[in-house]
């Protein structure tokens, strides 16, 4: 994954260049650690406060920074103010980024959440102009277990930026709770079905395909993600119709802040427990979910969608277990491990209300 090739001769002078192979099988070349870093993904601020005290310093520029949790992004606004003046370049998506946008920041490396087809352009155009590019996702994560992709994608970003001792640290500490989640689930044949109704709100029920991070958090976790069946890509959308024919014995909706204006699922950063608690009651409230037998009989949980898509989702894999087996995970302490986060590894610690259970 990660080579130092000696340059610039021998003398006092002379730096190793970092040679990584990213998670798209291509070889990428630092001359030194990244400190001016652009990226599709606003979400890689996470990532980048699990491995660096500064990690907004460390960012030239962003897309979509919005996307971030409306509460995480406050609590990161008041301890590095200059958060606001991150230019927003780029785009999320292939088709939204040109290069020049990129380049006019001058960046030393452009890091991307996951490749797909289109960003072949992109990446030709910034590493010709001298910009490398890392994908943190992508073929060679495609087969691991879940906390090995996980691992993978978090030691590229550490090597890239000089700071891999802090992703292994990170990295053994997810490990540990995989393995005791899958340790406990050996040999378990009840998989109980689950509903994910993601960005929960005023429609149902838009959910995580066969190949979504979350569906494989779920199985992992002991459950059965009923939209696997049906969306055999990324996400589709479920009717209702369907979701009351197969009666999952769990409801779990993914929310976050921004969703408030929405009449959505609110639950993230800088929310009360029971404001969530409220939120989740009124959106099992519409739309024929009140008549699931899960939030009849107070199966019904709602947890921080972006947990589930960044660096911290060993938190939502903590909670779906507990959640879809909590006979077997009585002692397990998903808030306990978001306090030994904040206290050991996240830069800026993590406020709010990430998850919550409909019946208390």
């Not at 155009?125 to 087969?143: K, M, N």
């Not at 802090?166 to 378990?188: E, P």
């Not at 990324?234 to 999952?248: C, R, T």
């Not at 989740?280 to 024929?288: E, G, I, K, Q, Y």
């Amino acid at each position: 994954m990660l080579f130092l090739v000696l340059a610039a001769g021998w003398g006092r002078d002379a730096q190793a260049e970092i040679v990584i192979t990213d998670a798209a099988g291509r070889e990428v070349h630092l001359a030194r650690p990244a400190q001016r870093i652009v990226t599709n993904e606003s979400l890689l601020l996470l990532s980048l406060a699990l491995l660096d005290d500064e990690p907004v310093a460390r960012i030239a520029g962003w897309a979509a920074p919005r996307r971030i949790d409306g509460g995480i992004y406050a609590a990161f606004r008041k301890r590095f103010p200059k958060i606001d003046t991150i230019p927003k370049v780029g785009g999320v998506v292939p088709g939204n980024v040109s290069a020049e946008p990129i380049l006019s920041v001058e960046p030393d490396l452009f890091v991307v959440s996951i490749w797909q087809p289109g960003w072949e352009t992109v990446t030709h155009q910034l590493e010709a102009s001298g910009v490398p590019v890392l994908f943190l996702d992508g073929p060679r994560t495609t087969d691991l277990p879940p906390a090995e992709a996980a691992a993978f994608s978090l030691a590229l970003l550490g090597d890239a930026i000089g700071a891999r001792a802090r992703a292994d640290a990170f990295s053994a500490f997810v490990k540990d709770k995989y393995a005791l989640i899958g340790a406990r689930l050996a040999g378990v044949t009840d998989r109980p079905d689950v509903l994910i109704d993601v960005q929960a709100g005023t429609l149902c029920c838009y959910t995580p395909g066969k190949n979504n991070r979350i569906s494989q958090a779920i199985e992992f976790a002991g459950g059965h993600n009923i939209g696997a069946e049906v969306a055999a890509g990324y996400d589709g959308q479920l009717n209702i119709e369907y979701v009351l024919g197969i009666d999952p014995k769990f409801y779990i909706g993914t929310g976050s802040p921004h969703l408030a204006a929405l009449g959505g699922l609110v639950v993230g950063g800088g929310i009360e427990a029971e404001a969530a608690r409220h939120s989740l009651a009124d959106v099992t409230s519409r739309n024929l979910l009140g008549e699931l037998t899960a939030v009849r009989q107070g199966r019904a949980f709602a947890i921080s969608h972006q947990l589930t898509i960044s660096a911290l989702s060993v938190l939502a894999l903590e909670c779906f277990a507990k959640w879809t087996h909590s006979e077997r995970f009585a002692d397990l302490d998903p808030a306990r491990s978001l306090d030994e986060i904040n206290r050991r590894f996240l830069a800026v610690p993590l406020e709010g209300t990430f998850w919550i259970e409909l019946n208390p």
